[in-house]
């Protein structure tokens, strides 16, 4: 698997700061069709998910939409200590419809 992307987001905790490291795979084609994977390190453990697709880009786009669901659903980003730039500010993943009222900062203002 080759990394395509990477950013870090980070978990403030009293004393400290720790990196929450998101990675996209290349997407690539297998029996089933166009796969993407990505994996998320969490302070808990690392997780990692893929999404299916039609072709490349839509296996990528689902991907990236999946990574937005599960950060702004997570109890890291409802804690309000999960940032990336600055607090407050977002994630820059984006995020079906029916989740756009966990987005915040920068992130409400990607479908204007």
């Given at each position: 698997?080759?990394?395509?992307?990477?950013?870090?987001?980070?978990?403030?905790?009293?004393?400290?700061?720790?990196?929450?490291?998101?990675?996209?795979?290349?997407?690539?084609?297998?029996?089933?069709?166009?796969?993407?994977?990505?994996?998320?390190?969490?302070?808990?453990?690392?997780?990692?998910?893929?999404?299916?697709?039609?072709?490349?880009?839509?296996?990528?786009?689902?991907?990236?939409?999946?990574?937005?669901?599960?950060?702004?659903?997570?109890?890291?980003?409802?804690s309000g200590k999960?940032?990336?730039?600055?607090?407050?500010?977002?994630?820059?993943?984006?995020?079906?419809?029916?989740?756009?009222?966990?987005?915040?900062?920068?992130?409400?203002?990607?479908?204007?």
């Amino acid at each position: 698997m080759t990394v395509l992307a990477e950013r870090t987001l980070f978990l403030e905790h009293k004393t400290e700061t720790t990196p929450v490291v998101v990675r996209v795979f290349r997407p690539e084609f297998d029996e089933a069709g166009w796969q993407c994977r990505y994996q998320i390190d969490w302070p808990h453990g690392i997780r990692q998910m893929q999404s299916g697709g039609f072709d490349a880009m839509q296996a990528l786009t689902i991907a990236l939409q999946m990574i937005g669901a599960e950060i702004d659903a997570s109890l890291y980003h409802q804690s309000g200590k999960l940032y990336w730039e600055r607090p407050g500010g977002g994630y820059g993943f984006p995020v079906v419809s029916s989740l756009r009222h966990f987005l915040l900062g920068d992130d409400i203002k990607m479908d204007d």
